[in-house]
């Protein structure tokens, strides 16, 4: 953003402090006629022909930007990715108890990463393997719907999952 002594133009078109038209004119006038009220020049859209700049208080302009940008930030919802990790020898208790866990994730609003880590052997095994993720699915499926199918990873197995709406 451009103010005041920056600006380079030759022309540009002035709106004044209550929005008003100004219409186009040398950038030393504008800059005269924004010192006389005692406030900045503000190059507003630089990329228009000619540019637009505002007669506005800058340190005024600032702070109500940094305010709206804190109040959006403050409106955004963050969605965090909790992982629940399992291997192919799991078992049904065990499954029960990681899936408990992931429904506590879910019920709090994020999304849930199954992981199914092989190791050794357990790479010969991999489509046997596939049904333990789609159990896990299965019995979360009340409160949660597939966010991405089961996929390969290396040495993992991965499946996503989300809160229905």
């Known amino acids: 953003m451009q103010i005041n002594e ?4 030759r022309e540009v078109r002035v709106i004044g402090e209550q929005g ?15 010192r006389e ?11 228009a022909k000619p540019p637009v700049c505002k007669l506005i208080d800058y340190g005024k302009y600032r702070y109500e930007m940094d305010r709206k940008a804190k109040e959006q930030k403050k409106k955004q ?22 899936s408990n866990a992931a429904r506590k994730f879910l ?4 999304k849930v990463k199954v992981t199914l880590r092989f190791r050794g052997r357990e790479m010969t095994r991999i489509d046997a393997s596939r049904h333990i993720l789609t159990d896990f699915a299965e019995k979360l499926a009340d409160i949660a719907v597939i966010d991405k199918a089961p996929k390969m990873e290396g040495r993992s197995m991965s499946i996503f999952l989300a809160v229905k709406r």
Not at 20 to 34: K, T
Not at 37 to 47: I, Y
Not at 77 to 98: A, F
Request: aromatic share 0%; charged share 30%.
């Open 107 to 110: 019920e709090k609003g994020n």
């Open 77 to 98: 919802k963050s969605l965090d990715v909790k992982e629940v990790r399992l291997s192919p020898n799991i078992d049904v208790n065990d499954l029960n108890t990681k």
């Open 6 to 9: 920056m600006i380079r133009d």
């Open 20 to 34: 008003q038209q100004l219409g186009v004119m040398s950038s030393r006038e504008a800059l005269d006629m924004a």
């Open 37 to 47: 009220a005692g406030v900045d020049l503000v190059k507003v859209s630089p990329s």
